[in-house]
């Protein structure tokens, strides 16, 4: 399988890819669906896996497809679906309210962060 200089990734169902690009977390969303595909949200361990190493590889925190919803320190997955796999970060999230994107640390640990910042754009296909 020809992985784009390690740009892609397999986990299970899915393939992870990155452009490269650091954009806000509406951008990274838009950019994504116009690829065809969704801003990454890993479901369980393998998936996370497989998002780190593309963060690891550019060195970049990476915004994840999930954000907080109406209740404070409730978040889920920008489809709707709940969050049955989750990797915080110790004491995250801790936003309360005004963090309500995700990033992913480049030691594939969680944080929540404001939605305005610039990072790593990884899909799902």
């Known amino acids: 399988v020809l992985a784009l200089n390690g740009k892609i990734r397999e986990a299970g169902e899915k393939i992870f890819a990155s452009n490269g690009k650091k954009v806000d977390f509406g951008s ?10 969704a801003i990454a949200m890993p479901m ?36 709707g679906m709940p969050l049955n796999y989750t990797k915080w970060h110790q004491y995250e999230p801790n936003g309360k309210g005004t963090e309500k994107c995700v990033e992913m640390y480049t030691d594939g640990s969680w944080n929540d962060k404001k939605c305005n910042l610039y990072r790593l754009t990884i899909c799902e296909f």
Do not use: D, H, M, R
């Open 44 to 79: 369980n361990e393998e998936e996370n896996k497989a998002i780190l190493s593309i963060v690891q590889q550019y060195n970049q925190y990476a915004y994840l497809g999930i954000k907080e919803g109406q209740t404070s320190g409730q978040f889920k997955y920008i489809n």
């Open 28 to 37: 990274a969303v838009k950019s994504c669906e116009e690829a065809g595909g």
